[in-house]
């Protein structure tokens, strides 16, 4: 694919559009190689027939270590061997393994053991949702595992460390007893060694709403700053010599010699992407100094993507690749027209007023990517970074980097120089934390459906082409379209039923514009958000701008936690339970009480809520007295005319008693079994009362208790009715339109 890429272009190259078609090439090629590296290189491997449920010893090298914030580590490791029956036979596949709990000092090269379950990543199959699979086979990565702690690692052999990772560890090490506390030793190692694993979930959050995470990414600005300071080393030493002048030419020279030296500070960071990008743009500078050509700065933008890409075709869908290379064209972009507007001032302002503007430049082109991948919108990062931007990059990195320079040789010193980093980059965030108080400034979380997220794409790049009068018009036309599109709405009734995995998250609307979303789901004792990663995403792609009310069925965990991300981020009209405000779970009742939410709390028994000839909606809740938490799950219905809809929550069996003897005489078209189909939910008694058409249960993907449980598949058997089920068929959407029930899944990015 590079040699046709190639190919296409020679000839075409002088064409006037020939940075765009070039561009067209090397996401042609990305695109194309993607599937090389997305899956196992040996389709035979015996990983792949493996069972899942079975733990297996797996021996490995590990080649990358990952310290978490909470205490526990990730290893990625290359399998080499396995055991079956007692005896060791050749494997290959990459394994991520997360140990919960760990002390103990792993390095790259470690030859370990571990006994584990080998899981294969999937995707929950949910609107918006992060695509955890594809980011693992960007590194390599076809299994996950975990353990519990260091018990379950067993050590084969010891790596002799290599020179930088050992070099990264010292200076890592000297950081923290440099700093006097641990979020600014995070602070300063994601500065200098760019090592971002200790930065805890609120620094991270915290940098993304003040717009400022782009300047603890290790990227081109550092290189330059390493670059800029080899260059002047190496021109004073050069002028020295009038030998060394005559022979050649030092802006010729110096540019090659200086490829060493950023080579070993990309070794030195982990040859992050940015600053991969980075350095071969600097390789291809220096080419281009040394055989005394000119070229435009796109194409050797272009140039290092392709390149990029050829050799790492996934790195095309990340957003590490896509922002770095979308800002760099924006200010390549943008910069030549801004630049004549600055006046006549001091170069030193200047200085500063250009700052602003590439700061400026590559947040607008990177905006809709942003939206994209984090729903994340900090205009106050455009203010802070006038003043950031120099504080950090002119002051507090260049210091970062000469303590890493002196590291080695007087290590008081550079601590010395880190303790005064973290001292100043604290200073700076702290000041910066009253920027998004001003009027208009607060950061936002915003979940955009596709159409609105293709209208802001449509008005960056109107901004990107060589502006004309007539584009005014027409940006104003696409910001009017984008303010007045439509919201989602049904013609009837519509639910749909988010795959969250073991929990319940379902979202009912109707004709008139109303949504209602019953449960958020949630993993206990987990630090994964579904609220944030899957709730919300799916309903911001499905156009959902507000909810009418949020219904917690019942106070356990797979209903309840992924409601607090959703009360604080989407407008919320009306909270629904039927638990006393006091009683709720500490979190959920922060948010209610934060966002001024009102709360309905239904009292047991049949409550109509509303009750019009074509459209009825109704609540059930069984007596709050039952000694089971599932016996006292709300209940939610509604109806269309002859077509009912009936979510049953966790009811078990004395629950499901108590709403069949208040049962109203209401037809149930629509059903959601209880209990996620456990056998403790008589099954059968529902549907021999209501008959129903469709019928559908949220359940995880081979989950632990085995639900749905083969009783309730039976049953379902004997009224030949199809099941929809969350853990294989993804998010499950039915459509009521005169009388019949569309069922579509979510597959491949599309509801099919």
Partial sequence: MALLTTGLWIPLRHARYAPLLLMFLVMTCGYCNYGSQTGFSDKTSPLLTLPGDTPHTVFGKILRVHQTSDGGKRLDLKIHHMLRQGRPFAASGGLRLSVAESERRFMPGDEIAVRTRLRIPRRFGTPGEFDYPRYLADRGMQFTGFVPDDAGVAMIQRAKQAFWPRLRSHIGQLIDRSATSRDQAALIRALVIGDKDLLSR????????????????????????????????????????????????????????????????????????????????????????????????????????????????????????????????????????????????????????????????????????????????????????????????????????????????????????????????????????????????????????????????????????????????????????????????????????LSVGQGDALLVSDCRGRHYLIDGGGMAHSTFDTGERLVAPALGRLGIRKLTAVILSHDHPDHRNGLVHILKHFPVQAFWCAIPEKDLWPPLRKQLEDRHIPVRIFQPGWTLVEDTPALETAVFVPPQTMANFNDRSVVFYTRFRKDGILLTGDLESSGIDCLLKAWPSRPVSLLKLPHHGSRSSPVDLLLARFSPRQVFVSLGFDNPFGFPHRETLTSLEKYRLPLWRTDLHGTVAFDLKNGIWHVRSWQNGLFR
């Fill in 202 to 497: 609120k620094q991270r959050q915290n940098l993304a709403q003040l717009g400022l995470s782009h300047l603890f990414s290790i990227s081109g600005f550092h290189l330059g700053l390493v670059a800029m300071f080899g260059y002047f080393t190496m021109l004073a030493v050069v002028r020295s010599s009038e030998a060394f002048l005559l022979l050649v030419p030092p802006r010729r020279l110096l540019p090659c010699l200086l490829m060493p030296l950023l080579w070993c500070y990309l070794q030195m960071v982990g040859q992050a992407l940015p600053v991969t990008r980075a350095w071969l743009a600097a390789v291809a500078v220096a080419a281009l100094f040394w055989s005394r050509r000119c070229c435009q700065p796109a194409r050797v933008a272009l140039a290092v993507a392709g390149t990029i890409l050829v050799a790492k075709p996934t790195a095309l869908f990340t957003p590490s690749f896509q922002l770095s290379f979308a800002g760099v064209f924006g200010i390549l972009i943008l910069m030549p027209r801004w630049i004549g507007i600055l006046p006549a001032r001091p170069i030193f302002l200047r200085r500063i007023a250009q700052l602003g503007m590439v700061t400026t430049a590559a947040g607008i082109v990177t905006t809709p990517l942003v939206l994209w991948h984090f729903h994340m919108l900090a205009p106050a990062g455009l203010l802070i970074n006038l003043w950031a931007g120099p504080v950090i990059g002119g002051i507090a990195i260049p210091v970062g980097l000469g303590g890493m320079l002196l590291s080695p040789l007087w290590p008081a010193a550079a601590g010395v120089c880190f303790r005064f980093m973290g001292v100043l980059v604290e200073s700076v965030l702290k000041l910066s934390t009253k920027v998004p108080d001003l009027p208009l400034l607060a950061a936002r979380k915003l979940y955009l459906p596709l159409p609105a997220l293709l209208l802001i794409s449509l008005m960056v790049a109107m901004l990107l082409l060589p502006w004309r009068k007539r584009h005014a018009l027409l940006l104003a036309a696409l910001l009017a379209a984008l303010c007045l599109w439509p919201p989602s709405r049904p013609e009837q009734l519509r639910v749909t039923a």
